[in-house]
């Protein structure tokens, strides 16, 4: 998901909606905002894309107010319906409180079963909604000692905006596996999951939000609070490879550098003869640039992808997905004919899109084909909000890199090694004993315990 607020700005709801819109890729499936005006809160929240719903003059009226949260949804926790749309809003005893989460709890289930067993009445099936209740029973006053209670109840991966009618609330969790960036517009501050939030409105952007620091931004200014002990950060690495726009700097790095120079070490690991170097894009894009360069091969556009079609990944429904992939790529045949190709993409999840692109050069004529992958094999499920499928579905669990290379249907398969990808990341090599970053779909090690699928499993 993506999440933006804004405190302090005359056009807070249209400068959310723009960020919202700059923060689409992370969640095509219902968006919304909510203002306040310093006497109500105003809330609109729909299923469907940024630019659709914000786009009506009137709507965007009635998000009247100087500080503003929104929220892109794309569900890994919840059922897509209107009430699981953000943000979230609560009327409590000290006032409203509006909440945005990008992320996912992992102890979100046993936690709802207990604030249940005491009488809380929840309206979504949300994993964020246990915030709203853990705060509104908190033995604490102020809001932001009932948030602080809260967050120390739940477990998992968070980045969190906040309204109330006094404040913009920013939090990252302790191990800072989602992003948050600070920027400021003149006398207005922003929060936004990534930069290219910032340079859509002509935000100057401050710095990222550490993992484990709650901003609290009021008329007095920025408050930075740490209610957790300082841990070493665990980035999740996917946002790198894959989920990110390649405009975005995250942690001082940026996307698009990395990305390039996970091809480029790609490339340095296996050499592959070839004639072509071709992306599967948008998302091998930067990657095969990066591998181009190194191995020496022309980087082409053989693949030609239509544009008004939505990422197939994120549909949440198995028909869409299929046919999304017939309706998004087509091969240059002009270009394919007689050719070795070196195919270029970020990742293998199912393989199902992988299996039709490489079908689909084929059929355009080409010779060889040579599928590289810019991750190592996806071999487990995101708990901590990126929808991976189970792990039943996951073509890396399923098979070794020869037999996904047979379902895939390519002459040969690489993927980066673990190592490889945390030396394009400007590591000598992966920490075995505490890695740098989350890669916990790679390598099955998950940095934040998963409560509730263990108690799931053993309840079974
Ligand atoms: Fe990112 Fe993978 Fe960790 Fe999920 S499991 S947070 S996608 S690195
Ligand atoms: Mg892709």
């Known amino acids: 998901c993506g999440v933006f607020g804004i405190f302090n700005n005359a056009d807070a709801a249209k400068h959310t909606a723009l960020g919202l819109h700059a923060l689409q890729h992370r969640g095509q499936e219902a968006a919304g905002i909510v203002s306040y005006d310093d006497t ?102 102020t809001v932001i000692e009932r948030l602080i209670h809260a967050l120390k109840q739940i477990e998992g991966a ?81 946002e790198y490879i894959y989920f990110s726009r390649p405009d975005s700097q995250i942690e001082g790095t940026s996307v698009y550098e990395a990305r390039k120079r996970i091809g480029a070490e790609l490339a340095r690991e296996k050499e592959t003869h070839a004639d072509l170097v071709v992306p599967v894009p948008d998302s091998g894009v930067p990657a095969a640039i990066g591998y181009s360069n190194q191995a020496n091969i022309p980087f082409e556009l053989g693949i030609v992808r239509n544009h ?64 590289r992958i810019a991750a190592p094999p996806t071999r487990h499920p995101c708990f901590y909000g990126i929808d991976t499928p189970d792990e039943s579905e996951l073509l890396a669990a399923r098979f070794d890199v020869d037999g996904m290379a047979e379902e895939i249907g390519c002459d040969t398969l690489a993927f980066i090694s673990d190592d490889g990808l945390y030396r394009a990341m400007g590591y000598p090599k992966r920490n075995a004993l505490q890695p740098q970053f989350c890669d916990a779909c790679f390598t099955g090690e998950y940095p934040i315990r998963l409560t509730d699928q263990v108690e799931g499993e053993s309840r079974q």
């Not at 992992?106 to 209740?133: C, M, P, W, Y």
């Not at 197939?312 to 240059?332: M, W």
């Open 40 to 141: 109500q809160f105003n809330a609109y929240r729909d299923a469907g894309h940024v630019g659709d719903i914000f786009s009506s003059p009137e709507r965007m009226r009635r998000l009247e107010g100087h500080c503003a949260i929104g929220h892109n949804r794309y569900s890994t926790s919840g059922d897509t319906v209107i009430r699981n749309v953000q943000p979230l809003f609560a009327e409590m005893d000290f006032g409203g409180f509006a909440v945005a989460h990008n992320g996912n709890l992992t102890n979100a289930r046993k936690l709802r079963r207990e604030l249940v067993r005491r009488g809380s009445l929840f309206q979504s099936t949300t994993d964020t909604e246990v915030v709203i209740h853990l705060m509104a029973t908190a033995p604490a006053h």
């Open 158 to 238: 968070y980045s969190f905006t906040a309204l109330t009618d006094s404040e913009l609330i920013g939090v990252r969790d302790p191990l800072g596996v989602r992003p948050l960036v600070l920027g400021t517009l003149g006398d207005s501050y922003i929060l936004a999951s990534e930069t290219c939030a910032l340079d859509i409105i002509g935000a100057d952007f401050v710095r990222d939000i550490e993992p484990g620091e709650m901003v609290v931004i009021d008329k007095e200014g920025l408050r930075s609070l740490r209610p957790f002990p300082r841990q070493r950060q665990r980035m999740c690495v996917f």
């Open 308 to 371: 008004y079609v939505g990422r197939t990944f994120i549909e949440p429904t198995d028909s869409i997905r299929h046919l999304g992939v017939k309706l998004k790529h087509n091969a240059n045949s002009a270009l394919l004919r007689g050719k070795r190709v070196v195919l270029v993409d970020d990742s293998i999840v199912r393989g199902t899109t992988s299996a039709k692109i490489v079908n689909m050069v084929r059929q355009a004529g080409a010779a060889e084909v040579h599928m």
